[in-house]
């Protein structure tokens, strides 16, 4: 596992968005992985900045979503087909037809084939894996508990239901469910970009970073087996968890 330590908050995500367009500099059609939530929310205007200067180019990518709420209508502003063409999709310029965003609405079984079918259908694993990390330790919507490798539909855990209220009116309108990657599909990706900041996440990151158990406990451990995983923590964060270069 890399670790790289920033300055703050905002140099992770400049950090982590310089570590996704030097990806597809490199390559120009690579498949990325991509995650919502509040922290990578601030990665994607870096790169919705360089594209729009000309710095990359994004027309041949194609990206695959972690998750979503079940129930929720992808034409509600609460999706994460919302969250996505507001903040790199649309100002990004990319092709509507490139990205898939797995739909909270649809049959469950449905869209599990489809789901399936984004990521492995046309051959082409997942270059890069962009990830957050909840305060339950879950990566996409996997949480503690049984670990499953591939796309499934996922209770989410009290923690993250507390978590998510935030961007609910209440905590009783947060969705009870979520249909996302399996650890497994995750772990397929070539590279895995994680970004974590914040008090709350000192627990899931002390377990990822500072000792060497897998555990169901905590799924986010389970990236400790993937040979190229680069973790971007602020000093803050890296200082509570007793992180040292
Ligand atoms: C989002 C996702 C989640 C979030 C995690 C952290 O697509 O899969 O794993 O990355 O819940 O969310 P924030 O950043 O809001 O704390």
Redesign the pocket.
């Known amino acids: 596992m890399k670790v790289i330590v920033t300055k703050n908050y905002e140099q992770s995500c400049k950090t982590t968005a310089e570590l996704i367009l030097d990806q597809v500099r490199t390559y120009p059609c690579s498949k990325l992985g ?8 601030n990665v994607y205007p870096f790169i919705v900045d360089a594209c729009q200067k000309g710095d990359v180019d994004l027309s041949k990518i194609t990206t695959v ?4 709420y079940m129930g929720m209508d992808p034409a509600s502003e609460q999706s ?1 087909r919302a969250y996505m063409d507001k903040r790199l999709f649309q100002p990004a310029g990319i092709d509507a037809a490139r990205t898939y965003v797995p739909s909270g609405k649809n049959d469950p079984e449905e869209e599990i084939a489809l789901f399936n079918e984004k990521l492995y259908g046309d051959g082409h694993l997942l270059d890069l894996q962009l ?5 339950s330790g ?5 949480e503690p508990g049984e670990l499953i490798a591939g796309v499934h539909i996922q209770k989410l855990d009290e923690s ?1 239901i507390k ?2 209220a ?2 609910f009116a209440s905590e009783a309108d947060v969705p009870t469910e979520s249909i ?1 990657m399996g650890v497994g599909d995750i772990m397929k990706a070539a590279k895995i970009v994680l ?4 008090e ?2 000192v627990p899931a990151l002390r377990k990822l970073l500072m000792d060497d158990e897998v555990t169901a406990q905590v799924p986010a451990t389970g990236l400790k087996m993937h040979r190229d995983v680069t973790s971007v923590i602020d000093e803050e964060l890296a200082e509570k968890i007793g992180w040292k270069e």
């Open positions: 991509l995650a919502t939530g509040g922290t990578a929310e979503n972690l998750d979503e994460y990830l957050g990390i909840g305060v879950h990566i996409g919507f996997n993250t978590a998510n935030r961007f996302t970004i974590a900041t914040g709350n996440k």
